[in-house]
C-alpha cells in the first residue's frame, strides 16, 4: 500500500556544532537526509514532505525528488509536522513520520512498521527499540495492558522514567486528521519550551484511542544522530552492514574494519579488496577483480571485470577496461582506459591545467611504461607502447611506439675529468 510520508528536517542540529544543516551531513557518502528519503522510497512511500528550516536553502540545493515545505521558526518537533498539514490537505488515512538524523533505518523494518500499523488499525503506531544507553531518547510508557499511555522526553522525565529502557525512534504512523487534530491541542509547557510531536501520543490516548508500538529488535537502526560522535558510530554501523552485504553476495573484503565503501558501490562476485581502500560514489567494479591496499576509488569510475588494481592507486571519475593492469602507484582521473592495457608504475594522467580538466583516452592494448605522464587531452591508440619515463603530450596513432623523453647521454672517463 502506498504512504504519504512527512520527514523532520528543520532543526538547527545544535549538537552537531557546525555550519552544514545537522541532516546534509554525510555517513557513508550520503546525506542523512539522502538516506532517509531513499529508505522510505524503497518501503513503498509514494511522496515525501521534507520540512526544513535552518539552512532551508542549502537542503534544497541537495535534496530532489522530494516536496519542501518551511518551518521558519523551530518551534518544536509537533510544530514542525504542522507545516506539511496544507501540502496534505487532499490526503486521507495514513500518515507515517520520518526524521532527518535517523540514517540507519532499512525499509524491510519501515515495511513491517507499515504493515504492523495497517494490520492493527490504531490511531497511531510509534516505532521504538529497547537502548543499551537511552541517553537523549524519548522514553515510552506503557499501560499494564501494553499499549502506550505517553512518551516522555529525556529532560522532561522523572527518575522511575529515566530507568526506562525502550525509546521512541522518533518513527510513526498516524491516521492522518486523529494526529492534526492532535497537534491543535500541543502545548510548549515542557523542559525545552518546545511544541513536542511526541505529545499528541497522550493526547490521542486520552481520546480513548489506541496507540501501539511496535519494538524493533535491532537498537542500531534508530539511532538518532545529534553529535558527531554518534556521527562516526552511524558511519561505522553503516559501513559493516555494506561490506557484510558485499561478502554475503560473493566479494572477499580481507579486513572490513579497515575498507571504506560507500552504499551506492556494486561490486561484482569474487573480486577481492584489500584493506585501507576507499571507494566513493555511485561505483561499479566488475567480476574478478584485485583492489589492492591502500587503494581510493572515486566518483564516476566504472571498473570492469578482471581488472587488478595494485597499491596506491588513485582512479577518478574513469573508466576501466576489462583485464587491464594498474599495479602500483599511479593517478588515473579523467581516463577512459581500454582492456588489457598495463600501466606501469608511477604514470600520472595530467588532467587539470589549474583551471579545468581534461580526458586522456587509451586504446586496447597499449603498454604505458613506467612513470609516464598523459597531458591530457590526449589520445593513445590501440596497441601503442610508450616508453618508460615520457612525458605525452600529442595523441599516439594505433600501433605506435612512443618515446617522449629527452636521449640519454654518457661521457666517457667522467670520473677521471672531474677530479
Ligand atoms: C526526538 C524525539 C524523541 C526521540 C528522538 C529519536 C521529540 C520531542 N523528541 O528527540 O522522543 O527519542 O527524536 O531520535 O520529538 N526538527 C524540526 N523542527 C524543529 C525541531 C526538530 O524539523 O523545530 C527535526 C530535526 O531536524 C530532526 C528531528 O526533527 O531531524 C528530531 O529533532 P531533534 O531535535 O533531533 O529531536 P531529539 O531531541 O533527538
Ligand atoms: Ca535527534
Known sequence: MKIVTIILAAGKGTRMKSNLPKVLHKVCGKSMLEHVIETAKNAGSSREVVIIGSGAEEVKKNISGVEFALQAEQLGTGHAVKMAKDKLADVDGTVMILCGDTPLITSDLLKNFIDSHNKSKAAATVLTAIMPDATGYGRIVRNQSGTVDKIVEHKDANEDELQIHEVNAGIYCFDKKILFDALDKVTNDNAQGEYYLTDVLEIIHNQGLVINAMISNDFTQILGINSRQQLALAERILRQRKNFELMDSGVTILDPDSTFIDSNVEIGRDTIIYPFTFIEGNIKIGENCSI????????????????????????????????????????????????????????????YDGKNKFRTTIGNNVFVGCNTNLVAPVNVGDNVYIAAGSTINQDIPKDNLAIARARQVNKSNWKDKRD
Not at 597499491?311 to 577512459?336: A, C, M, R
Open 292 to 351: 589492492g591496499p591502500f587503494v581510493h576509488i572515486r566518483p564516476g569510475s566504472k571498473i570492469g571485470d578482471k581488472v587488478k588494481i595494485g597499491n596506491f592507486v588513485e582512479v577518478k571519475n574513469s573508466n576501466i577496461g576489462e583485464g587491464t593492469k594498474l599495479p602500483h602507484l599511479q593517478y588515473i582521473g579523467d581516463s577512459d582506459v581500454g582492456s588489457n592495457v598495463n600501466i606501469g608504475c608511477g604514470t600520472v594522467t595530467c588532467n
